[in-house]
């Protein structure tokens, strides 16, 4: 069997597998979906092997193609430990910065950080994206980001792979949101178990917020978590909340500047949240350990606190 497969269209075919259809992994790898298509058509006739079938309006892998998936997500660890070594070498803080980060952090705290360095490196080029830590770990893990900035609750830890490393920023207690005209509006303090009869907004199914309400409330007595707005902005939620809606559960970051119509009731017992950014174990590139000082830099030179 004679063919030589190039990095180029297995790097398409591993954001394919991904993300599960051929535009998502356009608009992630920045090219067209027809230049995706083709590369997927050329793959499959150098290894004479169908990789993908039809599932609704994405794909999924056939078992070809979930064995050469395995083995592309070997090689692009290699290849991304191979471009970090390159680049420890050259010292040079310059090129793309690949971030993932929760919303709320991503409002909050980066702007600031990447003003910051790239005022003072005018060749680093950062990219950033929103998105859950279930989502974006195993794109850092891959080497499709260089650093997420995750969140993680305390009664609800994030899962983080092996492999990478993860330093705290800042811990923030969670407050209870609800409308002006709510019962509990002029309480100083919530019971969480006095929660059991609310109707809330929270961040999608399968997100870590999300999660940790549901087995908050159902530690603390609720057998029916109802949730009936499903929406991942804190913002939006709140908006929710001004209504008259929904009730939320909220950090602090992401809860101030607190809109007209809503009110910030403290829970007891308390419950805090940590952001934290992770990065790769191994061997960090420049632009990597700039991000990371910058952003301990920025929270310990006073950005927690104006939060």
């Known amino acids: 069997m004679n063919y030589v497969l190039t990095?180029?269209?297995?790097?398409?075919?591993a954001a394919v597998a991904q993300y599960g259809s051929v535009?998502?992994?356009?608009?992630?790898?920045h090219i067209t979906g027809p230049g995706v298509s083709q590369h997927l058509r050329k793959l499959e006739k150098e290894t004479d092997c169908q990789l993908l079938e039809r599932d609704g309006r994405g794909v999924r892998l056939t078992h070809a193609g979930r064995v050469l998936a395995d083995s592309v997500q070997e090689m692009g660890a290699v290849a991304a430990r191979a471009e970090l070594d390159?680049?420890?070498?050259?010292?040079?803080?310059a090129g793309p910065l690949r971030i993932g980060a929760v919303a709320s952090a991503l409002r909050s705290m980066v702007?600031?950080?990447l003003q910051t360095l790239t005022e003072q490196h005018e060749r680093l080029k950062p990219e950033v994206r929103d998105g859950e830590a279930v989502q974006m770990l195993p794109a850092l893990r891959a080497g499709q980001l260089d650093a997420v900035i995750l969140e993680s609750w305390t009664h609800w830890p994030a899962r983080v792979p092996p492999g990478i490393r993860t330093t705290s920023l800042i811990q923030e207690d969670a407050l209870l949101a609800v409308g002006e005209r709510h019962p509990l509006a002029a309480q100083e303090s919530v019971q969480l178990a006095d929660l059991r009869e609310e109707v809330w907004a929270s961040c999608p199914p399968g997100s870590d917020p999300h999660e940790a309400l549901v087995q908050l409330l159902r530690s603390h007595g609720s057998t029916d978590v109802e949730v009936r707005y499903w929406v991942a902005d804190y913002a939006?939620?709140?908006?929710?909340?001004?209504?008259?809606l929904a009730t939320a559960l909220v950090p602090r970051m992401a809860a101030l500047p607190k809109p007209g119509g809503v009110r910030l009731v403290r829970c007891t017992p308390a419950v805090t949240r940590t952001v934290a950014l992770a990065t790769l174990q191994q061997a960090e590139a420049p632009p990597v350990r700039a991000f990371v000082a910058?952003?301990?830099?920025a929270v310990h030179g006073g950005m927690s606190r104006a939060l």
């Open 86 to 93: 390159l680049a420890s070498i050259r010292g040079l803080i």
């Open 7 to 13: 990095w180029d269209r297995l790097r398409v075919f």
């Open 23 to 29: 535009r998502a992994a356009a608009e992630a790898l």
């Open 294 to 297: 910058e952003m301990l830099r």
């Open 236 to 244: 939006t939620q709140l908006q929710l909340v001004a209504a008259g």
């Open 111 to 113: 702007p600031q950080v």
